[in-house]
């Protein structure tokens, strides 16, 4: 008990949930981190290796999320320790249970996240058949923010936004910058096309099987091809490949996870060669690696400013609105925010996240003044 409790502090977590049915092997976890200000919304990973600390951090980050972009949400985070990989009908079973599992839980919604999809979330309101999920597809009344790339669309105006505070040259654009993406699913895939279409040079992309690096450019329609035949981006004609971790390595002007936590640390963050991090993936860098970077002038957008655009999407989609006023909403509040936060970074001299963590918990602290009991 002491043991999970030593990672609560004066936000949360307000309540960790285990569930677990043998029968079928679902063992699970849920963490609500803050509802001061509202319902927590956040994703369902599945994966076989997210301790129970990552699990606490995830659900924080969605609280943070949800305060910068000014939803009325807080935050949480579901971990079923599973390969996702898994044939159908054991997974459909095991989110069918998990479903089952949380039902009485109002005060957290659904959502897709790693290893879950908006099928995985159409079963879940199947089995408990009401508003408590989100992402879903729109033949079950949803905006399917990962097919959309809701995230990825904030993720371009995030980074329109940030070129100009980056010690880059002058008349630097996104037309010929040239960017490398860790992680080429729902956010990454997504990420390049956008990029792609405002003539952006995709020279390196990384999944869990390895990476491709080409200084001429990757073919972003034929990588995205690849991926959604169940390929890897190793498979790609052209290109050197690399291990997957190489990426990190590879010469860019903009870097983007969008794969797992911590994967720039104290042993890579020397590697890194990008001017600009755009953080696509929730808590990418280490807190070390953050200031690191900042210190030689690398400019890294915090993930929870960054990558809103999927959380925007879903309170959106909860609040009954359609896919082109999602959209326009995300640009909207991603752009405003970069640029709030850029802004006071530069004034106050401070780490961007600094800023966005100003910016949430004041909102966050401020929702919890108003209650009985300050986190729920
Ligand atoms: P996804 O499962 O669709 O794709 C993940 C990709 O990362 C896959 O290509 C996988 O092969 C690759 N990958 C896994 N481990 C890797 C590693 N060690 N190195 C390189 N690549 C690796 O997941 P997603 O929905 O795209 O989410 C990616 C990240 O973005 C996660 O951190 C997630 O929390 C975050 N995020 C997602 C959304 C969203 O809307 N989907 C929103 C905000 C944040």
């Not at 409790?5 to 976890?29: H, M, S």
């Not at 959380?311 to 082109?324: F, P, T, W």
């Amino acid at each position: 008990m002491a043991d999970i409790l030593r990672f609560a502090d004066n936000l949360g977590p307000a309540k960790i949930i285990q569930v677990y049915e043998p029968t079928i092997n679902l063992k699970a976890v849920l963490v609500i981190d803050n509802i001061a200000m509202g319902p927590a919304i956040g994703g369902i990973r599945m994966a076989p290796d997210v301790s129970i600390e990552e699990c606490i951090r995830l659900a924080r980050t969605m609280t943070l999320k949800n305060a910068a972009a000014g939803l009325s949400h807080g935050g949480g985070k579901t971990v079923v320790y599973a390969d996702a990989k898994m044939p159908k009908p054991e997974k459909e079973r095991l989110i069918r249970a998990l479903a089952c599992a949380l039902r009485n839980f109002p005060e957290y919604i659904m959502g897709p996240d790693m290893g879950t999809d908006e099928e995985s979330m159409a079963w879940i309101k199947d089995e408990i058949n009401n508003r408590n999920v989100t992402g879903l597809p729109a033949e079950a009344g949803g905006i399917p923010l990962d097919q959309i790339g809701a995230t990825a669309w904030g993720i371009r105006h995030a980074i329109e936004v940030a070129l100009p505070y980056c010690h880059f040259p002058a008349g630097f654009t996104l037309a010929k910058a040239r960017v490398a993406i860790q992680g080429f699913g729902a956010v990454g895939k997504n990420a390049a096309h956008f990029l792609a279409e405002v003539k952006a040079v995709l020279v390196g992309a990384a999944d869990s099987q390895g990476s491709v690096y080409d200084p001429d450019g990757l073919d972003v329609n034929k990588l995205i091809r690849l991926k959604e035949a169940g390929k890897s981006v190793v498979d790609y004609t052209g290109g050197e490949k690399f291990d997957r971790d190489a990426i990190v390595n590879f010469d860019c002007d903009i870097w983007i996870p969008a794969a797992r936590p911590d994967v720039v640390n104290v042993d890579n963050m020397h590697l890194l060669k990008a001017k600009l991090v755009v953080e696509g993936a929730n808590i990418p860098l280490t807190e070390g690696a953050e200031q690191y970077l900042h210190e030689k002038g690398v400019l890294c957008i915090p993930d929870f400013i960054a990558n809103s655009g999927g959380v925007i999407c879903a309170g959106m989609e909860y609040r009954g609105k359609i896919e082109s006023e999602a959209l326009e909403v995300i640009e909207k509040l991603v752009r405003n925010n970069t640029r709030l936060v850029l802004e006071e970074s530069r004034s106050k001299k401070i780490l961007p996240r600094e800023a966005a963590m100003h910016l949430a918990v004041t909102r966050v602290e401020r929702a919890m003044s108003f209650k009985r009991w300050s986190i729920y």
